[in-house]
């Protein structure tokens, strides 16, 4: 828990649009540059024990210029490559802990950062404290590598897709909603509150043993109903809307969570979730930053839920026939292997018959 929520705390104070970075046109250099580093220790998984270290350093070490000197685009970029180690190494961790209960990191990460917003010191020092905390995973951490390849997990694949379409409404989100919001609220930051809800429920779905993908249906529902509410002409709608969508995204980012977590090879399988995430947001982010209009917004958010929906009655579909093709295919095998067992009985008894008038036939009638 404690690698999750060092990641989700330096990550929402920081780089994702947090209250630390200084222009939200940063936002997408940082996407780049964590959709490249992920991408590669996808493809290059042996790299990643390698230079972890030495990558988690040079986080820290950005983390803690970036204030002070110049070329912010450049730097920023330079983090969100190197970042690519900590992420994973978060995701690796759940893994290791062999317990859901670490998931909870979500809510405390986000919770550490709503308390690094209001402590009463400067900026340059809670830079600093957020370069500590990248150097904790540095601390007597320890992977394997000995993991089979995902390459051919077409499941994992089938729901990265949706889960892609769903997290173009977080680029929404970053690019037009959150700005709309902190705009026009004193309050911004009550948002959070829906998230941690959110999170602590998903939890709750897994301790109680129902199906997870209510988790999933819970996160589409607070999507439809915020599109929903946010098309009423009033403020107190629109701030209610942000705060389902948030809600949403806990619901979403625990659900992510819990599909790569089952995977057997957890540093391919969080590197190439969390950069389909990541591509994800970043072109939802620019969709909104050049038309951050409501109407539009609320437009493309509503295309993006049903082409979810669309995609979801599809895979089912899918699913449908392949069992059914299944079913009938075990029915023809049943049918011929009953039809093969008939046929053996038979020819038992036929030799059982002739057994037994073998032995009741004298034996000077047998010659």
Same mark, same amino acid.
């Given at each position: 828990?404690?690698?999750?929520?060092?990641?989700?705390?330096?990550?929402?104070s920081? /780089?994702?649009?947090?209250?630390?970075?200084?222009d939200? !046109?940063l936002?997408?250099? *940082? =996407?780049?540059?964590? %959709?490249? @580093? +992920?991408?590669?220790?996808?493809?290059l998984?042996?790299?990643?024990?390698?230079?972890?270290?030495?990558?988690?350093?040079?986080?820290?070490?950005?983390?803690?210029?970036?204030?002070?000197?110049g070329?912010?685009?450049?730097?920023?970029?330079?983090?969100g490559?190197?970042?690519?180690?900590?992420?994973?190494?978060?995701?690796v961790?759940?893994?290791?802990?062999?317990?859901?209960l670490?998931?909870?990191?979500?809510?405390?990460?986000?919770?550490?950062?709503?308390?690094?917003?209001?402590m009463?010191v400067?900026?340059?020092?809670?830079?600093?404290?957020?370069?500590?905390?990248?150097?904790?995973?540095?601390?007597?951490?320890r992977?394997?590598?000995?993991?089979? /390849?995902?390459?051919?997990?077409?499941?994992?694949?089938? !729901?990265l897709?949706?889960? *892609? =379409?769903?997290?173009? %409404?977080? @680029? +929404?989100?970053?690019?037009?909603?959150?700005r709309?919001?902190e705009?026009?609220?004193?309050?911004?930051?009550?948002?959070?509150?829906?998230?941690?809800?959110s999170?602590?429920?998903?939890?709750?779905?897994?301790?109680r043993?129902?199906?997870?993908?209510?988790?999933?249906?819970?996160?589409?529902?607070?999507f439809?109903?915020?599109?929903?509410?946010?098309h009423?002409?009033?403020?107190?709608?629109m701030?209610?809307?942000?705060?389902?969508?948030?809600?949403?995204?806990?619901f979403?980012?625990f659900y992510?969570l819990l599909v790569?977590y089952?995977k057997?090879?957890?540093?391919?399988?969080?590197?190439?979730?969390?950069?389909?995430?990541c591509l994800?947001?970043?072109?939802?982010?620019?969709?909104?930053?050049?038309g951050?209009?409501?109407?539009?917004?609320?437009?493309?958010?509503?295309?993006?839920? +049903?082409?979810v929906?669309?995609?979801?009655?599809?895979?089912?579909?899918?699913?449908?026939?392949?069992?059914?093709?299944?079913?009938?295919?075990?029915?023809?095998?049943?049918?011929?292997s009953s039809?093969?067992?008939k046929?053996?009985?038979?020819?038992?008894?036929?030799?059982?018959?002739?057994?037994?008038?073998?032995?009741n036939?004298?034996?000077?009638?047998?010659s």
């Amino acid at each position: 828990m404690l690698l999750l929520s060092a990641f989700v705390f330096w990550l929402i104070s920081f /780089p994702m649009a947090g209250f630390l970075l200084s222009d939200p !046109i940063l936002l997408p250099y *940082f =996407l780049i540059g964590h %959709i490249t @580093g +992920l991408f590669t220790i996808y493809l290059l998984p042996h790299l990643f024990k390698i230079a972890y270290p030495y990558f988690l350093a040079l986080t820290s070490l950005l983390t803690f210029l970036l204030p002070f000197t110049g070329f912010a685009e450049i730097k920023i970029t330079f983090i969100g490559f190197f970042s690519a180690f900590f992420a994973v190494i978060a995701g690796v961790s759940l893994k290791s802990a062999g317990t859901q209960l670490t998931f909870l990191g979500l809510a405390l990460g986000n919770l550490s950062a709503l308390v690094l917003k209001f402590m009463p010191v400067s900026d340059n020092t809670k830079f600093l404290v957020l370069s500590v905390v990248v150097l904790l995973p540095s601390i007597n951490y320890r992977t394997s590598l000995n993991y089979p /390849p995902l390459l051919r997990d077409k499941f994992l694949l089938y !729901i990265l897709s949706l889960l *892609f =379409l769903m997290y173009l %409404i977080g @680029g +929404l989100m970053y690019g037009g909603f959150v700005r709309l919001l902190e705009e026009s609220s004193d309050l911004p930051w009550i948002k959070l509150a829906f998230y941690v809800i959110s999170v602590l429920a998903s939890y709750f779905i897994l301790i109680r043993k129902l199906p997870e993908e209510l988790i999933l249906l819970l996160s589409i529902i607070s999507f439809v109903f915020s599109f929903t509410i946010m098309h009423l002409d009033i403020k107190p709608a629109m701030y209610m809307g942000i705060y389902l969508l948030e809600l949403g995204f806990g619901f979403l980012d625990f659900y992510l969570l819990l599909v790569l977590y089952k995977k057997e090879n957890p540093i391919q399988a969080f590197a190439l979730g969390f950069s389909i995430v990541c591509l994800a947001i970043l072109m939802g982010y620019f969709v909104a930053f050049f038309g951050s209009v409501k109407d539009l917004l609320l437009a493309v958010g509503n295309l993006i839920l +049903l082409s979810v929906l669309i995609y979801i009655v599809v895979l089912n579909f899918q699913r449908l026939s392949i069992k059914t093709s299944v079913h009938d295919s075990s029915k023809v095998e049943d049918l011929a292997s009953s039809e093969e067992d008939k046929e053996l009985q038979k020819k038992e008894l036929c030799r059982e018959f002739l057994s037994e008038l073998n032995q009741n036939i004298p034996e000077h009638k047998k010659s």
